[in-house]
């Protein structure tokens, strides 16, 4: 891992029974892409089992230890930049879903026009 907040988000893959370890400097997420991880982190009293999809926050500071299962790959990134990807995904979603309603108000709105009354 690199420690730097300039070296992230970062894109690891361990082989089996590799071993990385370090700190970051921000609040970030460590989510496994594929494989299997084993991860504890200082001063946390639970160790981590993380299988593809799952993840967990590292916090700023303290010694992270990860360890593969089997070649697995995993990405670092900081908690604001995730918040940003899913502000992004919840308004991406929200303008379509906006969009979908003015299009049916335009044509029930130009539907009324033609017909002189209400829309059809």
């Known amino acids: 891992m690199n420690p730097a907040p300039q070296g992230l988000p970062a894109q690891l893959v361990m082989h089996r029974r590799q071993v990385r370890s370090g700190r970051v400097a921000q609040v970030c997420v460590l989510q496994v892409g594929h494989g299997r991880v084993w991860a504890t982190q200082e001063g946390r009293p639970e160790d981590f089992w993380l299988e593809p999809g799952a993840s967990m926050v590292l916090l700023p500071g303290a010694l992270v ?3 593969a299962d089997h070649r697995s790959s995993l990405r670092i990134e900081p908690v604001a930049l995730q918040t940003a990807r899913a502000w992004l995904r919840l308004c ?3 303008l379509r879903g906006l969009a979908a309603a003015l ?7 130009a539907s009324a026009l033609l017909h002189g009354g209400e829309g059809r």
């Open 65 to 67: 230890v990860i360890e």
């Open 103 to 109: 299009g049916g108000n335009l044509r029930r709105n």
């Open 92 to 94: 991406g979603a929200g």
